[in-house]
T-cell receptor, first 112, second 114 residues
């Protein structure tokens, strides 16, 4: 079946550090891939997405590239801020299927 | 409101009691989901509603769990005879229409069974 595996957390970085949160997936066919973010006290919200191989999703300085050859969708940001502290979820959605499959989430803490 | 609204935001209940969790999706959204998030774990799919179609109940963990939706509006998730392992955040989400549209989540209902 479809599954998503994320880098285990928690991850703690200093402000302005480079961030990578790894995400790999298992799926048949060509799924869409998503990163969701959950800020403290708020609901999950879509951060970025990519719908086909080699697509790059980007938002708020975050980027992730859909790599079919490595079945990965790693999240990156060049210079993190304290306000990026949150829990990040990688997710997979099959074309034509209705529900998203989520990874376990990675808690990120950025220290000033 | 503008977003997905869930109530209660927090609920503490005694083992064996029944609980109801409510979700108001974004107006006009035809699809509605319930997910569960246990402490330190990922999101588990529970149930999906799409318009008047039969719901996808494939994620419900036991027959103690049920959910209803009235048309394309409010949904209620009911847990009967709660157990301690039911303690989790229950997240509701809605989507405008076709698969592939963005899913919008509520803030969740925190359930603690003591």
């Amino acid at each position: 079946g479809n599954s998503v595996t994320q880098m285990e957390g928690p991850v703690t970085l200093s402000e302005e550090a480079f961030l990578t949160i790894n995400c790999t997936y298992t799926a048949t066919g060509y799924p869409s891939l998503f990163w969701y973010v959950q800020y403290p006290g708020e609901g999950l919200q879509l951060l970025l997405k990519a719908t086909k191989a080699d697509d790059k999703g980007s938002n708020k300085g975050f980027e992730a590239t859909y790599r079919k050859e490595t079945t990965s969708f790693h999240l990156e940001k060049g210079s993190v801020q304290v306000s990026d502290s949150a829990v990040y979820f990688c997710a997979l959605g099959r074309q034509g299927a209705q529900k998203l499959v989520f990874g376990q989430g990675t808690r990120l803490t950025i220290n000033p | 409101g503008a977003g997905v609204s869930q109530s209660p935001s927090n609920k503490v209940t005694e083992k064996g009691k029944d609980v109801e969790l409510r979700c108001d999706p974004i107006s006009g959204h035809t699809a509605l989901y319930w997910y569960r998030q246990r402490l330190g774990q990922g999101l588990e799919f529970l149930i999906y509603f799409q318009g008047n179609s039969a719901p996808d109940k494939s994620g419900l963990p036991s027959d103690r769990f049920s959910a209803e939706r009235t048309g394309e509006s409010v949904s209620t998730l009911t847990i009967q005879r709660t157990q301690q392992e039911d303690s989790a955040v229950y997240l509701c989400a809605s989507r405008p229409g076709q698969a592939g549209d963005t899913i919008y989540f509520g803030e969740g209902s925190w359930l603690t069974v003591v």
